[in-house]
Structures are given as C-alpha cells and as structure tokens.
C-alpha cells in the first residue's frame, strides 16, 4: 500500500465530521441543488486532512469514492511527473511550457508532454510515478500497454483507461500542499503556481473575481468531456486545486466533480468556489 492509498484509507474511515461539519456538507449540498446538478465536492484540510466537506447531491450514485474519469485534471499528475524528473518549465524539443498547458489545459500539448515524458523516462517509470501518486492497478487498467497515441490521449484528456475519485484528488493536492513528498518541493511550487494562474487568466477565469473581497484566493485546474457525442452543456465537469489565505499558504484543497452539467469552468469551478467562501469565512472566525 503507498503511503497516499493509505492516507486516502485513514480519510475515508476515520475523519470525524461533528456538527460544523455535518452544516458545510448541508451547505455544499443546498449549492448543488441550487444548480439542479448532480455533483460530489470534497473540502480537506490541508494542515490536519480534517475533511471539511464531503457532499453529494445524489450519494446513492455519485459520493466522494465514486470513480469517474479524470478528464483534464490528467494533466496536473503528468506535469507533475514531468516537474520530478525533469524541473525545466520549457520543453523546447516538443515546444511546450509546463506550465502553460496547466494554465491553458491544451490538450495537443499535454499529448506531447506525455509522449516526452515516456520517451525519456520509460513507460515502467511513469507508471510507478502515478502509482505513488495514489493511482492503484484497477484505476488505471492497461494504461501501460497502449500504444504512444492512447497513452498521451489518455495522460492528457483523461477520457479513457484512468479514473479517479473527488476524495483521492483532494487527497493528492492536500500531499502536494502540506509537504509530505509525494511530489518533490520544486514540482509542488510550480503545480501551485500554474493552478493559479489558471484562474487569475486561464482556463479558470470565470471564478477569478468571486473571492476577491476576502483577501484569500483559489487556484485549480478544469476539466471537461467524458460523454461522446453529447452537447458541451451535457458534459461532465472537474475544478479541484486549493485555496489560499492571505499569505498565500494553502489552507484547503477543493475537488468538485458534476456530471453532465457543462464545463468544468462553470457549474465545477463555481460550486468550488461558493464553498471556498464558506470554509474562508469559517476559518477566519
């Protein structure tokens, strides 16, 4: 068992969730309701792991241990390989900026990444670095066996052979925030630095102004699809990243998945965010 499965094991069995945290859960669910979405979010803390929220508006068949398909958030566990193994924030052999691709979510160059990625580190390598990122054998199938244009669609549009839970995302930003070394010093600055330039200018700029009057700020990554030949408002949608004080320390993460609801930008990101200002204003009590 790697030491993220087993935080992910101890979350999911043993955080207490007492009175306030029986009323964040009520009011992440009165938010999704509100939207008419189907949708689980997760609020950790970053500190304590405490989960502050852990909230679905329909458990009997979507909860916080649901599987579901990555989508876009695919491309933070491989930048976060990338940032391992190699700490340049450009690749110029591949013409891609690390960084950039967080930011922007462009899959064309996450499909290039994860082909560079493979080629320099091996295909065993890069799959012992998902594993330590809490990715066990049965969320990632026969990913290992797929040819380069499988394995960079799946490592950049997470559509197909991953999946993934709200919980073991939240888990994973929370390791990425608090330090433990699942991901090296470096690799967890700029992960949380791309995150919030991808809401201040990027992928996740509908949300970029909501908590401007609190002093604290989120940052995250969007995703979008997972439902063929569906209309973009029928598509699944992924925001999950953390939410920082004042001094820019990460304080909580926030993993919100709604499906077929539209794009992660916008029902995802903004349940994020409503929560966030709930957590905030109950932090700074």
Same mark, same amino acid.
């Given at each position: 068992?790697?030491?993220?499965?087993?935080?992910?094991?101890?979350?999911?069995?043993?955080?207490?969730? @007492?009175? $306030?945290?029986?009323?964040?859960?009520?009011?992440?669910?009165?938010?999704?309701?509100? %939207?008419?979405?189907?949708?689980?979010?997760?609020?950790?803390?970053?500190?304590?792991?405490?989960?502050?929220?852990?909230?679905?508006?329909?458990?009997?068949?979507?909860?916080?241990?649901?599987? #579901?398909?990555?989508?876009?958030? *695919?491309?933070?566990?491989?930048?976060?390989?990338?940032?391992?193994?190699?700490?340049?924030?450009?690749?110029?052999?591949?013409?891609?900026?690390?960084?950039?691709?967080?930011?922007?979510?462009?899959?064309?160059? =996450?499909?290039?990444?994860? #082909?560079?990625?493979?080629?320099?580190? @091996?295909?065993?390598?890069?799959?012992?670095?998902?594993?330590?990122?809490?990715?066990?054998?049965?969320?990632?199938?026969?990913?290992?066996?797929? =040819?380069?244009?499988?394995? *960079?669609?799946?490592?950049?549009? =997470?559509?197909?052979?991953?999946?993934?839970?709200?919980?073991?995302?939240?888990?994973?930003?929370?390791?990425?925030?608090?330090?433990?070394?699942?991901?090296?010093?470096?690799?967890?600055?700029?992960?949380?630095?791309?995150? !919030?330039?991808? #809401?201040?200018?990027? *992928?996740?700029?509908? !949300? $970029?102004?909501?908590?401007?009057?609190?002093?604290?700020?989120? @940052?995250?990554?969007?995703?979008?699809?997972? %439902?063929?030949?569906?209309?973009?408002?029928?598509?699944?949608?992924?925001?999950?990243?953390?939410?920082?004080?004042?001094?820019?320390?990460?304080?909580?993460? +926030? $993993?919100?998945?709604?499906?077929? =609801? @539209?794009?992660?930008?916008?029902?995802?990101?903004?349940?994020? $965010?409503? +929560?966030?200002?709930?957590? !905030? %204003?109950?932090? *700074?009590?």
């Amino acid at each position: 068992m790697t030491p993220l499965t087993l935080i992910l094991t101890v979350a999911a069995a043993c955080c207490g969730i @007492g009175m $306030a945290a029986e009323s964040a859960n009520e009011f992440a669910m009165n938010v999704m309701n509100s %939207r008419h979405v189907k949708a689980v979010s997760v609020v950790q803390d970053v500190a304590s792991g405490k989960l502050v929220i852990s909230a679905a508006s329909q458990p009997e068949s979507l909860d916080p241990n649901t599987p #579901v398909l990555p989508l876009s958030l *695919s491309k933070v566990f491989l930048a976060a390989a990338w940032w391992d193994h190699f700490p340049e924030a450009r690749v110029p052999e591949i013409d891609v900026d690390v960084a950039e691709l967080l930011v922007t979510g462009s899959d064309s160059l =996450g499909r290039r990444l994860a #082909v560079a990625l493979r080629q320099r580190v @091996g295909t065993a390598q890069a799959m012992a670095d998902l594993k330590r990122y809490g990715f066990d054998g049965a969320a990632t199938a026969d990913l290992a066996t797929l =040819g380069d244009a499988d394995w *960079s669609s799946a490592l950049s549009i =997470g559509e197909s052979h991953m999946s993934t839970t709200a919980l073991h995302v939240s888990s994973f930003l929370r390791e990425v925030a608090n330090g433990s070394g699942v991901v090296q010093p470096a690799t967890a600055r700029q992960l949380t630095s791309a995150m !919030i330039e991808a #809401v201040t200018r990027g *992928s996740a700029k509908p !949300i $970029a102004g909501i908590l401007s009057d609190t002093g604290w700020c989120i @940052g995250g990554k969007t995703g979008t699809g997972g %439902r063929q030949g569906k209309p973009l408002e029928e598509q699944d949608g992924w925001f999950a990243g953390l939410i920082f004080d004042p001094q820019r320390k990460a304080r909580f993460t +926030v $993993a919100t998945f709604v499906s077929g =609801g @539209g794009p992660g930008a916008e029902h995802a990101a903004h349940i994020s $965010a409503e +929560v966030a200002r709930y957590v !905030i %204003r109950n932090a *700074s009590r």
